[in-house]
């Protein structure tokens, strides 16, 4: 509790300058929300940096506004808080994935999550929302690159946006089941707690979705049988 509440206050402290203070309550208050969602998967430190991270950046200046005057004023304070505890969560939830504990590396992933949350939500920001046609915190020249479809927030349809893949789960936004595992990667983040860039997340020598159709647990390597989670593979 005292790591999100730390990190948030000082993630909206530090950003007195560009946003006022009911902007800075609200970034607060939800970034230790988010982060502290997780506090079952993800330590302490990565729950203080994930808070942080996901306040400093919403209240900060669009990044994918260059060639705008959009700035954190602008922005209608519920916008803020949805795209802060939403940040702050998977942030959180990734960096204990991941078994991250470089404070940079969990400050830049909130920072950037954040920012496009806010981007895609501010209803005043059409600059953007020009530019990124299905709001899925990709532009639209970035998804061409990507062979993406940029009138598609879900281009696999695998329950996770395109620009989540690209930005926080190193996924594959082209392929439903990035690592082949038989489990399509959405609900391996939201249902099981598996990687989806591993196919054999506990090491325990069964694929993830092979120990799902066992009726085992994929996240832990025993035999423990697991409540199957009402939701398809």
């Given amino acids: 509790m005292q790591a999100a509440g730390y990190g948030a206050a000082k993630g909206a402290v530090s950003q007195s300058q560009t946003a006022n203070v009911d902007q800075q309550q609200v970034a607060a208050q939800a970034a230790a929300k988010g982060s502290l969602s997780q506090s079952q998967v993800a330590n302490v430190k990565q729950i203080q940096y994930a808070a942080e991270g996901a306040c400093k950046g919403a209240l900060t200046y669009c990044p994918a506004c260059a060639g705008t005057t959009i700035q954190i004023s602008t922005v209608n304070i519920v ?3 949805i795209a802060v505890q939403l940040t702050a969560a998977v942030t959180a939830k990734e960096a204990a994935r991941k078994r991250t504990t470089n404070p940079h590396e969990i400050l830049q992933q909130g920072r950037i999550g954040a920012k496009k949350r806010v981007a895609v939500l501010d209803p005043d920001n059409d600059a953007y929302r020009d530019r990124d046609g299905d709001g899925d915190g990709l532009l639209d020249d970035q998804e061409e690159q990507l062979g993406t479809d940029p009138n598609d927030a879900d281009t696999d349809d695998d329950g996770l946006t395109d620009g989540d ?26 249902t099981w707690e598996t990687d989806p860039t591993d196919p054999d997340t506990d090491g325990d020598g069964l ?27």
């Fill in 79 to 81: 916008q803020i808080q």
């Fill in 165 to 190: 893949e690209v930005f926080v789960y190193d996924t594959d936004p082209q392929n439903a089941d990035t690592d082949d595992d038989g489990l399509r990667d959405g609900p391996e983040v939201d």
């Fill in 207 to 233: 694929a993830d979705g092979e120990e799902v159709e066992q009726g085992s647990d994929p996240s832990t390597p025993t035999t423990q049988r697991r409540p199957i989670p009402t939701a398809t593979a």
